[in-house]
């Protein structure tokens, strides 16, 4: 089992960045393929990034592609999401979730969640 806590959210003007991060407990970190998701008021939970347990392999949404990179250092038992560029429509909560697969896009791949870190882009 493993424990996520994600940090790095804030308050930035439209075309800044942020860095969020995805910070896991236990010893086996490299053994979870993790995910990064958005939800906005009244909207549904969205993909927005994954990475492979290795790190090798990523996956973007369409929608951050370019301007969004995932990245993980399991010495840390920590993933990233460097986000630049933000657009007052990147304005959402994000949460990391992770499980013991390749990687997904869908939300109910996923077994384990963080609790989420607001991100909110001013225009």
């Known amino acids: 089992q493993v424990q996520l806590v994600e940090s790095g959210g804030g308050l930035v003007q439209a075309g800044g960045s942020l860095r969020l991060s995805c910070a896991a407990s236990?010893?086996?970190?490299?053994?979870?393929?993790v995910g990064w998701f958005r939800q906005a008021p009244g909207k549904e939970r969205e993909f927005v990034a994954a990475?492979?347990?290795?790190?090798?392999?990523?996956a973007a949404a369409d929608s951050v592609k370019g301007r969004f990179t995932i990245s993980r250092d399991n010495a840390k038992n920590t993933v990233y999401l460097q986000m630049n560029s933000l657009k007052p429509d990147d304005t959402a909560v994000y949460y990391c979730?992770?499980?013991?697969?390749?990687?997904?896009?869908?939300?109910?791949?996923?077994?384990?969640w963080g609790q989420g870190t607001q991100v909110t882009v001013s225009s």
């Open positions: 979730a992770a499980d013991t697969f390749r990687y997904g896009r869908s939300t109910n791949e996923y077994n384990y």
């Open positions: 236990g010893r086996t970190f490299s053994s979870y393929a």
């Open positions: 990475i492979t347990k290795s790190g090798v392999s990523t």
